[in-house]
């Protein structure tokens, strides 16, 4: 009787402590539905110390990042006769990576920034597939709207392993106008 009262106590425990790992994650409600979370998650300040204790970053990456970071700049939408696109700078602590939410490396030495571009309607948030040079092509021709991506690699916290992990990601970079034609 005792060994199946200390089997049931290990279990409850177990599932105690996989409860409450799971639900620190808690993703921020306007960062639902994307890919990228510019948003401090409240729960971020549990890892910082850990984060910034186990990133310290070769000297050649400082480089890297000089060629590679932004500064912070504003969201600006641009309208074509084309394809219009908006241009984002992104500062992630979260990225949605293979269904999972990863918690990406931001220190006071190292902001990881990308600048983000995609399609955009006039009336709508995406504008893959929207017909671009109307009345230019011939009668067999036919251009829509395109989001080109591109993959870069981002450092990560692995919570579970307590570790820094290099973690590729594809970024939406440019939108260009595809052209088909119907003998494609």
Not at 66 to 90: H, I, L, P
Not at 107 to 129: E, L
Not at 154 to 169: F, G, H, S, T, V
Request: charged share 25%; glycine share 4%; net charge neutral.
């Amino acid at each position: 009787m005792a060994s199946v009262t200390l089997m049931f106590t290990v279990v409850l425990v177990a599932l105690s402590r996989s409860a409450v790992t799971a639900s620190k994650l808690d993703i921020p409600p306007e960062c639902k539905d994307k890919m990228f979370c510019d948003v401090e998650p409240a729960f971020y300040n549990e890892y910082r110390e850990d984060i910034e204790l186990k990133f310290k970053p070769i000297k050649s990456m400082w480089n890297l990042a000089d060629n590679y970071n932004y500064d912070y700049q504003a969201r600006e939408y641009t309208f074509e006769n084309n394809c219009n696109y908006v241009k984002e700078m992104s500062t992630p602590y979260l990225v949605h990576s293979n269904g999972t939410a990863k918690i990406i490396v931001q220190t006071s030495f190292y902001k990881q920034r990308f600048m983000t571009t995609r399609c955009v309607d006039s009336f709508s948030n995406a504008a893959d597939g929207e017909q671009c040079f109307k009345g230019i092509l011939s009668g067999n021709s036919r251009g829509s709207c395109k989001t080109k991506y591109t993959n870069i690699i981002l450092y990560a916290y692995d919570e579970a392993n307590k570790r820094i992990q290099r973690l590729p990601i594809e970024v939406p970079v440019c939108c260009y106008c595809g052209i088909t034609s119907e003998f494609d």
